[in-house]
């Protein structure tokens, strides 16, 4: 499983045609609700089911047409991405709009991904289809309600279009820019989850991240169907309203890999009450990653004060990095413990604290890089040059899982995919994040370069002072403080 050749292999596609020959009824994704009975699917049922979709798609569709995707969470939606994989169908994953909620993010993504149709269940079609074609133009196209389409000839797929989707991404600073993920962005990415993740044939998958997004759908949809493994799935809106529903289910399942944001080990922290972990065992839970904000040092110690005691290790924390200009991971690891630096030990060139922040600020580090054909280097941002270890400069990243750009945006693509350092080396991507590598090659992340504070020449991080200001009182929740530059 870990040999190199898997990334010759066309597309995702392919792992799917092999779990399905050898092990058609082997469990592949189940879907808890909060009413109904779980709803499962085997590596033959999901390879029929997507098959037949494909068929219905490109009875209408031509290769390289670019299907706005927008499902509630559920099987689906998993059906009609894979489907769209198979017919040649650029996918372009969002979420349906919400009632009294603005259509303007998805205006905007459907403005520049310029959908041929939009694929969604007939519930949800009933409920937006005209709203949709009121709100702009742009939806007046042919809308396929995915769990009731039929066809009489199931797709027999051949070598897939190479983009497989398009990630939406920043859309709350700005336009939404719409990365272009490969199947090769996607296969090599994978191997590394696998390798990173240490993940097993007796492995088994948890996630309630929204599919539409890059931790859900690379992370919980893509990842296990690469690796062999099952996967159960929740809804987000089930773990906020009911945090413990998380745990539970890693309990009930035996799930041996799961994880989220930090909020979320805070929320259940924060939520779950001592009755309700009487029936709870996370001693099988031994890979709990932690990503997509920044990570706090803190949140991973009073998890793991509050949930030893029905299982959970503090080793299980796998504190990772990474973007959807990445496809998903770029750093992180299973194999070795978290690694964690107090900045009152270690010196750290161009890194300032807040002078709000404790002394004892410890950051956490978000694993190691080298993982595929992977190359990182942190240079600095103005002069271009590499940095050496324990200096604050800006991500850059190369490799096989880098995407190619941005959808019809020639001039962001090249300032952001195609950088270069002084000596010439590259192309890169530029993160837009600030970090540094120990003398352990472990990546700490300190912050956005966007959102980096500048008062009499030295350079502040927002969540730093944020942070500090939360600590300052048990009155102030989480997530109660803003810091920014007032005026002029």
């Known amino acids: 499983m870990r040999s190199n050749t898997q990334n010759q292999r066309l597309s995702i596609l392919d792992r799917l045609d092999f779990w399905a020959t050898t092990k058609p009824n082997d469990l592949a994704y189940r879907f808890l609700s909060e009413s109904d009975e779980p709803v499962e699917i085997t590596y033959a049922g999901l390879r029929r089911r997507i098959q037949s979709l494909a068929g219905v798609l490109c009875e209408t569709h031509t290769v390289g047409t670019r299907a706005?995707?927008?499902?509630?969470?559920?099987?689906?939606?998993?059906?009609?991405?894979?489907?769209?994989?198979?017919?040649?169908?650029?996918?372009?994953?969002?979420?349906?709009?919400?009632?009294?909620?603005?259509?303007?993010?998805?205006?905007?993504?459907?403005?520049?991904?310029?959908?041929?149709?939009?694929?969604?269940?007939?519930?949800?079609?009933?409920?937006?289809?005209?709203?949709?074609?009121?709100?702009?133009?742009?939806?007046?196209?042919?809308?396929?309600?995915?769990?009731?389409?039929?066809?009489?000839?199931?797709?027999?797929?051949?070598?897939?279009?190479?983009?497989?989707?398009?990630?939406?991404?920043?859309?709350?600073?700005g336009e939404p820019k719409g990365v272009v993920v490969t199947h090769k962005n996607i296969l090599a990415n994978l191997q590394m989850i696998f390798d990173s993740f240490n993940v097993r044939s007796t492995s088994s998958g948890f996630g309630w991240l929204p599919l539409f997004h890059d931790m859900g759908l690379i992370g919980n949809v893509l990842q296990p169907l690469y690796a062999g493994i099952p996967v159960t799935l929740m809804s987000p809106t089930s773990f906020l309203k009911k945090p413990i529903r998380w745990l539970q289910a890693i309990s009930d399942y035996e799930i041996t890999i799961s994880g989220g944001p930090n909020f979320a080990y805070e929320l259940c922290v924060d939520k779950i009450q001592p009755e309700e972990m009487l029936t709870l065992d996370l001693s099988n839970w031994i890979v709990a990653f932690n990503g997509a904000e920044p990570i706090h040092y803190k949140t991973m110690q009073r998890f793991t004060e509050k949930f030893k005691k029905v299982g959970f290790q503090e080793k299980s924390f796998l504190p990772c990095y990474g973007m959807a200009e990445s496809t998903l991971l770029i750093s992180g690891s299973a194999v070795t413990p978290p690694e964690y630096l107090s900045l009152k030990d270690v010196p750290v060139q161009n890194l300032e604290i807040s002078q709000y922040?404790?002394?004892?600020?410890?950051?956490?580090?978000?694993?190691?890089?080298?993982?595929?054909?992977?190359?990182?280097?942190?240079?600095?941002?103005?002069?271009?040059?590499?940095?050496?270890?324990?200096?604050?400069?800006?991500?850059?990243?190369?490799?096989?899982?880098?995407?190619?750009?941005?959808?019809?945006?020639?001039?962001?693509?090249?300032?952001?995919?195609?950088?270069?350092?002084?000596t010439k080396e590259g192309p890169f991507l530029r993160t837009g994040d600030m970090g540094f590598l120990n003398h352990n090659n472990t990546l700490f992340i300190t912050g956005r370069i966007k959102d980096m504070i500048i008062l009499r020449g030295k350079n502040y991080y927002p969540q730093d002072i944020e942070y500090a200001i939360e600590q300052s009182s048990p009155a102030l929740a989480n997530g109660t403080a803003a810091a920014f530059v007032d005026g002029d």
């Open 68 to 173: 706005l995707l927008l499902y509630p969470p559920g099987m689906d939606f998993i059906i009609a991405i894979l489907a769209c994989f198979y017919a040649g169908i650029v996918a372009v994953p969002a979420y349906p709009p919400r009632p009294n909620r603005s259509f303007e993010r998805l205006v905007s993504v459907a403005k520049n991904s310029k959908p041929g149709c939009i694929l969604s269940t007939h519930k949800i079609l009933m409920d937006i289809e005209d709203k949709l074609k009121i709100a702009d133009p742009l939806f007046h196209v042919q809308y396929l309600a995915t769990d009731v389409a039929t066809t009489k000839s199931p797709l027999t797929r051949e070598t897939p279009y190479e983009t497989a989707f398009l990630q939406y991404t920043s859309g709350s600073t």
């Open 357 to 422: 922040a404790n002394n004892a600020y410890t950051l956490v580090g978000v694993g190691p890089t080298n993982w595929g054909d992977q190359v990182l280097q942190i240079v600095d941002p103005k002069s271009f040059q590499i940095l050496p270890s324990n200096s604050v400069g800006e991500v850059w990243v190369s490799g096989s899982h880098i995407a190619s750009g941005y959808f019809e945006n020639p001039e962001l693509t090249k300032s952001t995919f195609n950088a270069y350092t002084d």
